[in-house]
Structure formats: C-alpha cells, structure tokens
C-alpha cells in the first residue's frame, strides 16, 4: 500500500491522539454510554461525542455531513432552510415539539448554485423548538471495537449493560456477516488506518488516513468470504472495471480482501484467520512493460 494519502483543503482541525482513551483518577479508562437500537449504537452526551469524534474518528454524526458541531448555550447554529424543514416535519412525526427551552438558530436559504449565492444572502434568526439533538452513530464494529479492544465503551440494550459476550451474541445474529466484517474491521485498525463503510463508493469499506475529517479515503475495499459455497457479490469483469475505474476518477484504489474464518470464532482468539488482500490495477500496455 504505496498510495499518499490526498489532505483535504481547508482543514483546521487539529490532530489528536488516535485512539478515545483518557485516564481517570482512578486510573481506569473513560467510557463513553452508548445505547443500541437494533441498528447502531447511538451515542448522546455531547462529551463523549466529542471524545469520539476528535480521537480516533469513530462514528457518524446524524445532522453534521462530516464533523459535528459543537455549539455553546449562548451561541447560534448556521443551518440551511431545508434542515429546519426537516427537524420540524420529524418533531412532528415523533409528537416533540415540547422543548420549554428553544435552540437559537441562524437560517440561510438554499441553494443549488454557488455562483451567485453570497450576493443576495438574507440570514435568519430563527428558534428551533424540536428536541432533535445531534448524536453520533456507530456501526456494529465500531461499537465491538470500542467495547472489547479499546474498552472505553459501555452499550445498554433495553435498559441493561450488555458485556462483552452479549455484544458479540447480538451483533452475529442480526448482522449475518457481522464475524467477518468484524474481522477486518480490526485488521485494518490494527495497522492504524480509520475504516468507514464504503457504500457511497459501491465497497464494504473506505480506509482513511486520521480520518475523513483531515484526509480523502484512499483505498475502497470489497470484501469475499472464500469458505463460502455461493459468492457474497458478481466479481465478474465488468464490475471489477467499473469499479476500478470510479475509483481512478476519486484518486483511490480498489483492494478485494479475501477472508477465510475457522469452523468456530470467538473475540478473545482471533488465530487462524487467513485475510488476503488483492490490489486491483487496470492494465495499460502503453505504461505497462514486462521486464
């Protein structure tokens, strides 16, 4: 993996440590409270939002596109018309509305050309009486990550902690590829890459360098399980290509990690798990010559 990671423009964002593990008193490990709601594990408290957030770049903000924002009582949240739009109809769908206390909100209007749009810009002070709240998603394997390796997280399930083994039950039986996922999830980490889910780019997984707050991914990673009777997806050529070829179009690579797992696997012993990785290349003769 010889590709140099692509900085984004404009990123002020300091860097930190890459993994959310602060020391208490006690000399224990912070948790941060994550509930699961049979799809992720969502995270609430502002602080622990943060913690995640800035180290290790765990997780996804449900209002924010990449960085969550992190306002002050006193201070107002820009916001784009169609987002108020959006928090009103939810609120109303979920019968909030109640909130004694409004957010104080600067709206500006929408729009799809950049050209002309901060000429005729007209703000407005707007409050916001939804109790939508930002909170950060993390994935199964996120949360497993966090759980059982960095442990410094702690996730309720119907009002009950679930330890470790419980965790594991659960997220194998509703995410069938859950062990597998998992398994490279934690290979990827190990060598200190940030793993997001690749869906945008048609993968299982993006790889980051510090993270998508500072870097553009820089590889696209399709997964195969190869002790399997039936393939996972069509590997056929014309897919490999298309692929292959968006993923020139981003400046990534396309890396098909190959994962053979034992009859049975446990968190705790993670030997005899063969991962191989196939970096995929289009073949130009004109660049390309045999020695």
Excluded at 71 to 100: P, T, W
Excluded at 224 to 251: H, M, P, Q, W, Y
Aim: net charge positive.
């Amino acid at each position: 993996m010889a590709i140099e990671p692509k900085l984004k423009r404009h990123c002020k964002l300091h860097q930190n440590l890459q993994f959310p593990v602060i020391i208490t008193k006690n000399n224990s490990i912070e948790k941060a409270k994550g509930v699961f709601n049979g799809f992720s594990v969502s995270i609430g408290n502002t602080e622990d939002i943060n913690i995640l957030i800035s180290m290790g770049n765990f997780g996804k903000a449900n209002f924010s596109r990449s960085y969550p924002q992190f306002v002050k009582a006193n201070e107002s949240k820009i916001i784009r018309d169609r987002q108020l739009k959006h928090r009103k109809y939810f609120s109303i769908q979920g019968e909030l509305l109640n909130k004694k206390k409004p957010d104080k909100l600067i709206v500006i209007p929408d729009s799809d050309s950049e050209n002309d749009y901060f000429i005729n810009l007209k703000p407005e002070f707007k409050l916001d009486y939804s109790e939508i709240v930002e909170k950060v998603w993390l994935s199964l394997e996120e949360a497993f990550f966090l759980s059982s390796v960095i442990k410094c997280l702690s996730v309720t399930y119907k009002n009950e902690y679930l330890n470790i083994d419980q965790m594991w039950d659960l997220f194998s039986k509703l995410q069938h590829n859950f062990i597998r996922n998992y398994l490279v999830y934690y290979y990827y980490r190990s060598k200190n890459w940030v793993v997001k889910p690749g869906i945008k780019f048609g993968g299982d997984f993006l790889l980051y360098k510090q993270g998508p707050s500072y870097y553009h991914a820089s590889y696209i990673i399709l997964l195969e399980s190869i002790d399997k009777t039936e393939a996972d997806r069509n590997f056929d050529s014309v897919s490999l290509l298309g692929l292959n070829r968006l993923c020139e179009s981003t400046a990534k690579e396309l890396i098909i990690c190959r994962v053979k797992l034992p009859k049975e696997v446990t968190y705790n012993n993670l030997e005899n798990i063969d991962i191989q990785e196939i970096l995929v290349q289009r073949w130009i003769p004109s660049e390309k010559h045999d020695n």
